[in-house]
């Protein structure tokens, strides 16, 4: 089935490293979201991005979704043991008249202080 | 956060046994999710809702029901409970669209011995 896969599953850093973790689809995606869950928490939205090469910033967060809109990453620069927790890339695939949001697996950042 | 309570917030319960998580929303939203949560595989959709009485599978429904009566309510119903739905089920709240942000509860911790 489609899925969305999402790597690595772990990382694990020094406070001030930088991060990235990567998403991809083998179906173009209409949109791609994105989630952070904190330790012993739910899942909250961050982003969302809709169009063909798009970047945005959220601060030291930086999102991209690639111009096929099959792939998307998150970089977080300077990490800082706040940003400890699962993050999940969600897609958006279109199937006729219906929309099914897809979960990568998420990447679990730990920040060694 | 959204307005998304679950309940109970954990439970114990034996092998055999039905088991019916509650999901509450205040935001009138249309669709509703029921997601559940271990380690390794993510978030993986149960059921879903997109309107009273309008239901449909998820990727993992096998064991599981589901009914909503009402805009606010999403009930999951474990007919005979198993040790392989020891999990965290995380209901979610969408908008109209089906495809747009989604918003979770809290999370229910459910143990089955």
């Known amino acids: 089935g489609q899925q969305v896969m999402q790597i690595p599953q772990y990382q694990h850093v020094q406070e001030g490293e930088d991060f990235t973790t990567y998403c991809n689809s083998s179906?173009?995606?209409?949109?791609i979201q994105w989630y952070k869950q904190r330790p012993g928490g739910h899942p909250v939205f961050l982003i969302q991005?809709?169009?063909?090469?798009e970047v945005k910033k959220q601060k030291r967060l930086t999102f991209q979704f690639g111009e096929a809109k099959k792939n998307s990453s998150l970089h977080i620069t300077a990490t800082q043991t706040t940003d400890v927790g699962t993050y999940f890339c969600?897609?958006?695939?279109?199937?006729?008249?219906?929309?099914?949001?897809?979960f990568g697996k998420g990447t679990l950042l730990t920040v060694n202080p | 956060d959204a307005g998304i309570t679950q309940s109970p917030r954990h439970k114990v319960t034996e092998t055999g046994t039905p088991v019916t998580l509650r999901c509450h929303q205040t935001?009138?939203?249309?669709?509703m999710y029921w997601y559940r949560q271990d380690p390794g595989h993510g978030l993986r959709l149960i059921h879903y809702?997109?309107?009273?009485?309008?239901?449909d599978k998820g990727e993992v429904s096998d064991g599981y029901s589901v009914s909503r009566s009402k805009t606010e309510d999403f009930l999951l119903t474990l007919e005979s409970a198993t040790s392989s739905q020891t999990s965290v089920y995380f209901c979610?709240?969408?908008?109209?669209?089906?495809?747009?942000?989604?918003?979770f509860g809290p999370g229910t911790r459910l143990l089955v011995l």
């Open positions: 969600a897609g958006l695939i279109r199937g006729g008249s219906n929309y099914k949001l897809t």
């Open positions: 935001e009138n939203h249309r669709y």
């Open positions: 809702s997109y309107g009273v009485k309008d239901t």
């Open positions: 179906t173009t995606l209409s949109n």
């Open positions: 979610a709240i969408s908008g109209n669209g089906g495809g747009e942000t989604q918003y």
């Open positions: 991005l809709v169009k063909s090469g």
